[in-house]
Each structure stands twice: as C-alpha cells, then as structure tokens.
C-alpha cells in the first residue's frame, strides 16, 4: 500500500460571490484504502468540498491533491482515478438499469467484450439483477442509490466519492449501502471519502473522520479517539421518590462532578469510568433510595460535536444553508 495520501488537502478555500466563505481553510488527509467520514449539518461546506476533490468546482485558494494529483492542474488524471456518486443521480428515467450500465461502460472505453460481464457484476453487488430491465423511473429511491453506486464503480476506481448516499433511504436500503461501503474498503482496498450527517453511519462506517462546522474544521481522528476526548461516561438517575431527589445528588456527587440533566433526574459524569457503576448502585442502595430509573450515557459523536461547536448536529442546519445557494458545479 502506497504511503502516500490519497487525498490531501491544504488551506483549501471556496468563495462565492455572495455570502460566506463556504470552504474556509480545510486541511485533511485520507489514507489509501481508508473509509474517511466527512460530518457535519446542512450547509456546512460537506458537499462543496467534494465538488472541489471531484474537479466540479475550481478551489478559491489552496491545494488539493487527489491520488498524487493536483485537481486543478491535472483533473483529467483525477477523474480516471475516482468514481463519485453525489447528491443527486444523473439517472435517465426512460433507460432500464442495464442500459444504463451499457452506457456508462462504453463511456468509460472498456472494451466491447467486458461492458456486459462488467455492468452484469455491479448489478449483481448492488443487489439490482432482478431489477435489470426496468426502466429507473421506476425504482425506489434506494435502488436509484445504489444505481448510481455501480455506475461509479464501472471503471474499478482507486478512490470513492459519495456525498450524502443515504439521506432519505430507508433502513434496508441504507444497511445495504453500508454492507457495500465496507465490503470496497475491505475487499477492493478503495479509499472511500463519505460525507454525511448521520452521526451513526459516520461511528459504524469510518476509520476516522473530520467534522466540518461553518466551512471548517473542528476536530479530526478515529471515531473512538474524539469520543475519548470528551471525557468519561455519566450516568443519569431518576429516583422512585421525587423528595429523595436531593438526597441522591448528595449520594451521586461522590463519584464524579455534575452534569446537566432533567428536572426529575440527576446525572454525574463517572471520575473512575463505567467500572464505578456497581458502586453507585450499592451507594443508593445503603442509603435506602428507590431508583425508578438509570442510565449510562457513554460519550458519542454528537457530544464531540456539542463541545467542538457548542451546539447539537441534529437540526443543526437549520436556516440558510451555503450549499443550497450554491450555482450549478457543472457550469461554476
């Protein structure tokens, strides 16, 4: 395996015209064969990003570089090197899966021999063989998806871009988007670079990952290392008796210091880790409250993300978005 970045970026910056800076100085490294989860809200600068390592869009300032290539001055080179399924399909409604495949294989130059054992074995991966011969105006939108997967995977590329692949599938759909994803990585050895917001499809799919808030970024590492940065796990109680409330955050503040909770409850953040559990249960024990309920909240990504930004990931895009304002990439 190369020890070279397959993608590198540096102070890469993208300006429009009217607005903020929807890029704004993003540094990242993805390396060979790693699955790189790219997450952050709406708006945040995800899909700009990619338009930019795609060669769609031109950077304001800075450098990218993409399998050893630099994208402005050697897109050609970029291009024969990755697929990229984005946010919205180029599908042909009127054209059958399997025409589509025929299209993209002959677009791609191989040999007229390989194009229908080629588009055969991606339908195949991507579970459409018996969907082959329908026209796509007629798929759900997890079969337009995976579609769109397999039209990017003809030409065998060394990297893979997919924007937001998932947004709006349901869970059968996304499970077996998820299966592939891995299956590229594990398998094939394809760098994958997945934006998303889902933070679950980020913990379960991503060797490491970037957050990206406002056009920078805010944190980078392995799912675990930025949980693990944001402290230790808490646990959160709700007595039986609501007058022992008082009583049970005496007893609780023993093991670790206060954090924010519902009325009704109390909550610690454990000093000595989800190994002091059991003692916190005898300690409430001996002093002869009733819990009705407990919890142990271990530290995710979303809390990475409230540290990091002081807010929550989820409808954390809400209001006017950069990306959505964006001109079409094609014609930038």
Request: proline share 6%; glycine share 12%.
């Given at each position: 395996m190369?020890?070279s970045?397959?993608?590198?970026?540096a102070?890469?910056?993208?300006?429009?015209k009217?607005?903020?800076?929807a890029?704004d100085g993003?540094?990242i490294?993805?390396?060979?064969?790693?699955v790189f989860?790219f997450?952050g809200?709406?708006?945040?600068?995800k899909?700009?990003?990619?338009?930019?390592?795609?060669?769609?869009l031109?950077p304001?300032?800075g450098?990218?570089?993409?399998?050893?290539h630099?994208?402005?001055?050697e897109g050609?080179?970029?291009?024969a090197a990755?697929?990229?399924?984005?946010?919205?399909?180029a599908l042909?409604?009127?054209?059958?899966?399997?025409?589509h495949m025929?299209?993209?294989?002959?677009?791609?130059?191989?040999?007229?021999e390989?194009r229908a054992?080629r588009?055969d074995e991606?339908?195949?991966?991507?579970?459409?063989?018996?969907?082959?011969?329908?026209?796509?105006?007629?798929?759900s939108?997890?079969?337009k998806?995976r579609?769109d997967?397999a039209?990017?995977?003809v030409?065998?590329?060394?990297i893979?871009?997919?924007d937001?692949?998932?947004?709006?599938l349901?869970?059968q759909?996304?499970s077996?988007l998820w299966?592939?994803?891995?299956?590229?990585a594990?398998?094939?050895?394809?760098?994958?670079?997945?934006?998303?917001q889902y933070?679950?499809?980020?913990?379960?799919?991503?060797d490491r990952?970037?957050?990206?808030?406002?056009?920078?970024?805010v944190?980078?590492?392995?799912?675990?290392?930025l949980?693990?940065?944001?402290?230790?796990?808490?646990?959160?109680?709700?007595?039986?008796e609501?007058?022992?409330?008082a009583?049970?955050?005496?007893v609780?503040?023993?093991?670790g210091?206060?954090?924010?909770?519902?009325?009704?409850?109390?909550?610690v953040?454990l000093?000595?880790?989800?190994?002091?559990?059991?003692?916190v249960?005898?300690a409430?024990d001996a002093e002869?409250?009733?819990?009705?309920?407990l919890?142990?909240?271990a530290p995710?990504?979303?809390?990475v993300?409230?540290?990091?930004?002081?807010?929550?990931l989820?409808?954390?895009?809400d209001?006017?978005?950069?990306?959505?304002?964006?001109?079409?990439?094609v014609a930038?």
């Open positions: 190369s020890s970045p397959a993608i590198e970026t102070d890469l910056v993208r300006e429009f009217k607005g903020p800076r890029v993003v540094d490294q993805v390396a060979p064969g790693e989860g997450l809200p709406n708006g945040a600068g899909s700009t990003t990619v338009h930019m390592l795609t060669t769609l031109p304001t300032s450098s990218a570089r993409v399998a050893g630099d994208v402005v001055e050609t080179r970029v291009r990755i697929g990229a399924a984005l946010q919205e399909a042909d409604p009127f054209l059958t899966g399997r025409e025929k299209l993209q294989t002959a677009l791609h130059g191989l040999p007229r390989q054992r588009g991606l339908l195949g991966r991507v579970g459409l063989t018996d969907a082959a011969d329908r026209k796509v105006g007629g798929y939108g997890g079969m998806r579609l997967l039209l990017a995977l030409h065998g590329p060394r893979l871009f997919l937001e692949p998932t947004t709006g349901d869970v759909s996304r077996a299966a592939e994803v891995q299956r590229l594990s398998d094939d050895g394809v760098t994958v670079f997945l934006t998303t933070l679950e499809e980020a913990d379960q799919l991503a990952i970037a957050i990206i808030d406002r056009g920078k970024i944190a980078q590492g392995t799912p675990d290392d949980k693990d940065e944001i402290g230790r796990p808490s646990v959160e109680v709700i007595p039986a609501p007058a022992d409330l009583r049970m955050k005496s609780l503040a023993r093991f210091e206060s954090v924010a909770s519902p009325p009704k409850a109390a909550a953040r000093s000595g880790g989800d190994a002091q559990l059991a003692d249960v005898r409430l002869g409250i009733r819990v009705q309920h919890q142990l909240h995710t990504l979303d809390d993300f409230l540290a990091k930004t002081g807010r929550h989820e409808g954390a895009g209001g006017a978005a950069v990306e959505d304002a964006e001109p079409d990439p930038a």
